[in-house]
């Protein structure tokens, strides 16, 4: 898991550096202030173990954002990354016009990619032995390269996910067995306890996801119930799929009704516990935070770190970071930190 990390010119952050990070990391702050930028950070940081899951990312990021790949090399130019996983210390500089250079502390050899010409050969080595090797088309077209391989990182962006996806996720837990399809269930019950089955349909045309109901008894396309459901569905299924993983998630209670949010709060937190994954959330909503607090409250749970983004007078913004009972004792307050 990430400990701490540091962000050096990534779009709006100048100079970013975030300690004593825990599993459940809550970030927030005012619009326009950084919070989906940070999650961005956290992912070309997460990424950088293989080229071909920073491409990716990179490219994910893009998407997202409704950007032009062409922009890329001007996007990315002179960020400065850098991290402490589990005692290996990574930065990351990218002059993309120029070369990436990517240095890894702690370990028997120091890792440098220089991508100078159109295609770069990554050889990883670790105690005289072989552990990586990847490829790297810099000036090719990302889309053509997009890879299906599991990686141990997920982003859930803030807009509402489309069927097709949710029945990929789901196709995902059903490979991990019945045990978690059923807890998958279990927990959907929280926002609908009509809901008794949810299972992949092949239609003519594509995959969907069926959900059916007790009570009235029918069987419906998931994107026929609310927001909230496809949400939750989409949240649970990343995070089951995910063990050992790192999952982040753009504003976390969107499309939520608020009396189920602290519910929602203790299934997260039960599943990231158990399935030892860090987890880094959004939120601009009062009722979300003091759901998370009560949900820790209730379930003796300390691994809690609030990040509240803030902006200075000269518009250069710095965290407030608060550890578990520093965030209880502020929200208790009565102290606003969205």
């Not at 990534?10 to 930028?37: E, M, P, R």
């Not at 997920?154 to 097709?164: A, G, L, M, Q, R």
Request: proline content about 1%; overall charge negative; some cysteine.
């Amino acid at each position: 898991m990430l400990t701490n990390f540091e962000i050096n010119n990534y779009k709006c952050f100048n100079d970013l550096i975030i300690d004593k990070v825990s599993q459940i990391n809550l970030i927030s702050g005012k619009n326009n202030v950084g919070k989906t930028a940070f999650l961005e950070a956290v992912s070309i940081l997460k990424s950088s173990d293989t080229l071909r899951n920073f491409r990716n990312n990179i490219e994910s990021i893009f998407l997202r954002r409704d950007l032009d790949l062409a922009d890329l090399e001007k996007y990315f130019e002179e960020i400065k990354l850098s991290l402490a996983l589990d005692g290996i210390i990574i930065r990351i500089e990218s002059h993309f016009r120029d070369e990436l250079d990517i240095e890894i502390e702690n370990l028997d050899r120091k890792l440098q990619r220089i991508f100078d010409d159109s295609e770069e050969l990554l050889i990883l080595y670790h105690n005289d032995e072989i552990k990586d090797i990847s490829n790297f088309q810099r000036r090719s077209n990302l889309r053509n390269h997009s890879t299906r391989q599991k990686s141990n990182m997920s982003f859930i962006d803030s807009s509402k996910p489309n069927n097709e996806y949710l029945t990929e996720l789901y196709s995902s837990v059903q490979d991990l067995g019945i045990e978690k399809l059923d807890k998958l269930l279990e927990y959907l019950q929280i926002i609908d306890k009509n809901i008794i089955r949810i299972e992949p349909q092949l239609t003519e045309r594509k995959s969907v996801l069926r959900v059916t109901l007790k009570n009235p008894n029918r069987s419906l396309i998931s994107s026929e119930l609310g927001e909230g459901t496809n949400r939750f569905i989409e949240i649970l299924c990343t995070l089951l799929a995910n063990t050992s993983g790192t999952v982040l998630i753009d504003e976390v209670e969107n499309g939520i009704h608020y009396t189920k949010i602290y519910d929602i709060w203790k299934a997260i937190i039960e599943i990231v516990e158990k399935e030892k994954i860090q987890l880094f959330v959004t939120t601009h909503d009062d009722e979300s935070i003091q759901a998370l607090k009560r949900a820790s409250e209730d379930m003796k749970y300390e691994k809690i770190t609030s990040i509240s983004l803030e902006k200075d007078e000269d518009n250069i913004i710095y965290p407030i970071i608060r550890k578990h009972n520093s965030f209880i004792a502020t929200v208790d307050s009565g102290m606003d930190i969205r």
